[in-house]
């Protein structure tokens, strides 16, 4: 089994930081792209960021410039920065893995989420 916890959610001002980090941990063999996905109260979950395995990151268009992902392979964790936090940023943020465990199963794995609330 695989899983993934993350860290790192708060309570913040407008225009402050924060980092969230988001762990893998279990039978891994190789992990693929990892990525933020944040659920804002009434709204579908969006892409945030992700990074693939060779280092490429994609954002959506409304983090462009302000959060930044990156990852430690060897510790086999995901990180994003945010920074310049603005209320529409508020909402509960989602670690997704996926890759292979041992034997070649496939696996793509949510965390539980964290909150992230930037107040005006």
């Known amino acids: 089994q695989v899983q993934v916890v993350e860290s790192g959610g708060g309570l913040v001002q407008a225009g402050g930081s924060l980092r969230l980090s988001c762990v893998a941990s279990?039978?891994?063999?190789?992990?693929?792209?990892m990525g933020w996905y944040r659920q804002a109260p009434g709204k579908q979950r969006e892409l945030v960021a992700v990074?693939?395995?060779?280092?490429?990151?994609n954002y959506a268009d409304s983090v462009k410039g302000r959060f930044t992902i990156s990852r430690d392979n060897a510790r086999n964790t995901v990180y994003l920065q945010m920074n310049t936090l603005k209320p529409e940023d508020t909402a509960v943020y989602y670690c997704?893995?996926?890759?292979?465990?041992?034997?070649?199963?496939?696996?793509?794995?949510w965390g539980q989420g964290t909150l992230v609330t930037a107040s005006s």
């Open positions: 997704n893995t996926n890759g292979r465990m041992d034997g070649d199963r496939i696996f793509s794995v």
């Open positions: 279990g039978t891994i063999f190789r992990i693929n792209a």
């Open positions: 990074i693939s395995s060779d280092g490429s990151t």
